[in-house]
């Protein structure tokens, strides 16, 4: 990786006609390689309605901090942006879970950073919900169960049983992010990436637009390398991008697993000069993914293309969230000028 210069000149000049942009997002802005149309789906009020519902139903926004969280991460709004072509009731699934990964997430954060092994009842529960079909002993547990329950009546067998492998390498994600931020000093560049492919939890979405496709796709298309490549791809470009505009929070907020703060780390340099290594790594990331996709596209069949809508959603729908949603508002605080 070439190391950024960090002259203010060169951050400062960085729009393309030489105007300075005045803080951290414009920054982003300015660079990032996004070429996939903005997109929204119809039904995203309905889906909100959902999700605080479906949050109260199982007691989750009881829990303290959990309302104001969600009223900041704006969960419908973010499966609205990814997932613009689904119907209805898909739809609200995906805000359900994307809405519940919210919560478990910052769950497994709190504990975790006390002690990880503090967070092996909650990890157990969940791997046992989703590979055992166990009953659920807690809140989160219960509100796991029945996505779960949701995604099998949804989805195929074979489509709901890989959901369910993609959600337990979240949550095995989460033990690792928990040890590491236990344990810094070893923490190396190459290792925060693949903590936060894990902890991402976008894979775990990918089986529902599977779902959405009628018929949908034949497994062996979905194994085929190319493809995996695709949403490997996909999901990096998408979690790395959020990565860029949460910096500024989780920098303050101590945590280690994010791929401009892991730039930061590995090459001394400004927060400004790390995001836009960052943002280097996210362009080829998805230049990749066109190059690729544009290779295979006349092979596939109109299902798996479908899906390949729904990798892009994510792409495209990361960054529009990211860069208006309330949690991650300290990224305009920063001037685009170390």
Request: proline share 7%; charged share 25%.
């Amino acid at each position: 990786m070439t190391t950024l210069s960090t002259t203010h000149e060169e951050i400062a000049l960085a729009a393309p006609d030489g105007t300075p942009v005045p803080n951290l997002r414009d920054l982003i802005d300015t660079h990032l390689h996004m070429p996939f149309p903005f997109r929204r789906n119809p039904h995203e009020a309905e889906a909100a309605a959902g999700v605080d519902a479906w949050l109260n139903e199982w007691g989750l926004t009881d829990e303290p901090g959990v309302a104001a969280m969600i009223h900041q991460t704006r969960p419908a709004e973010l499966a609205s942006l990814t997932s613009p072509a689904v119907d209805a009731d898909l739809l609200r699934i995906v805000a359900g879970q994307i809405a519940y990964q919210f919560v478990f997430d910052d769950r497994a954060e709190a504990v975790g950073r006390r002690s990880p092994g503090r967070l092996l009842p909650m990890l157990c529960e969940s791997v046992e919900i989703l590979r055992d079909g166990r009953p659920a002993g807690s809140p989160l547990g219960a509100a796991l169960a029945d996505l779960h329950r949701q995604v099998r009546e949804r989805c195929t067998p074979e489509q709901a049983a890989r959901w369910a492998w993609k959600s337990r390498e979240y949550v095995h994600g989460l033990l690792y992010e928990a040890v590491a931020q236990a344990h810094p000093f070893l923490l190396e560049t190459e290792n925060c990436t693949s903590i936060r492919s894990l902890t991402a939890g976008v894979e775990p979405f990918y089986p529902l637009y599977e779902a959405a496709q009628s018929p949908g796709p034949a497994v062996a298309e979905l194994h085929r390398p190319a493809v995996q490549r695709l949403s490997r791809l996909s999901s990096d470009a998408a979690v790395w991008t959020a990565d860029l505009f949460s910096a500024v929070k989780e920098q303050r907020a101590g945590e280690m697993i994010n791929l401009a703060l892991a730039r930061r780390r590995e090459h001394g340099c400004s927060l400004q000069d790390a995001v836009l290594l960052a943002v280097r790594e996210i362009n080829g990331t998805i230049e990749e993914f066109e190059r690729l996709r544009a290779e295979v596209e006349p092979e596939l069949s109109p299902a798996v293309l479908g899906c390949l809508q729904g990798m892009i959603g994510w792409m495209r729908g990361c960054y529009d969230w990211s860069r208006a949603v309330p949690r991650y508002a300290d990224v305009v605080s920063v001037p685009a000028v170390p």
